[in-house]
């Protein structure tokens, strides 16, 4: 199976790519891959919502998060969104080797293909 990087860019307008991100990335792990997500762009955003119980993607939001599968969140994305305290109280790790961005190269060094959502 392969190793797959899923870097999702999309915020609260596109709510469907985050369920897919994470619905992908739980798939790959369960057939025995490797997967892994980044959050970049828009998508720190999510951070304000979903750790409330309430919100409807919650509970896949857990899901993943115990997973271990979310493996950075852009600093800059982060900062811009304002969800730097958001980030830091979900225990999420806050990435900026690429110019205040995550970078792929060491994702790509590792074998994992990059895959942005």
């Not at 369920?19 to 980044?38: C, K, M, N, S, Y």
């Not at 950075?72 to 999420?92: I, N, R, Y």
Request: aromatic content about 6%; proline content about 5%.
């Amino acid at each position: 199976m392969n190793k797959v990087a899923l870097v999702l860019m999309a915020g609260l307008e596109m709510p469907c790519r985050l369920v897919h991100t994470f619905i992908w990335a739980l798939d790959i792990v369960a057939r025995g891959g490797e997967a892994t997500i980044i959050l970049e762009g828009e998508s720190p955003r999510w951070l304000l919502l979903l750790p409330d119980p309430q919100h409807g993607r919650h509970l896949l939001y857990q899901r993943v998060k115990e997973s271990g599968l979310i493996v950075a969140v852009c600093k800059a994305c982060a900062t811009q969104a304002q969800a730097l305290a958001a980030t830091a109280e979900e225990g999420l790790p806050l990435v900026y080797d690429a110019s205040g961005h995550v970078s792929l190269a060491p994702y790509l060094e590792a074998g994992y293909r990059v895959l942005i959502v």
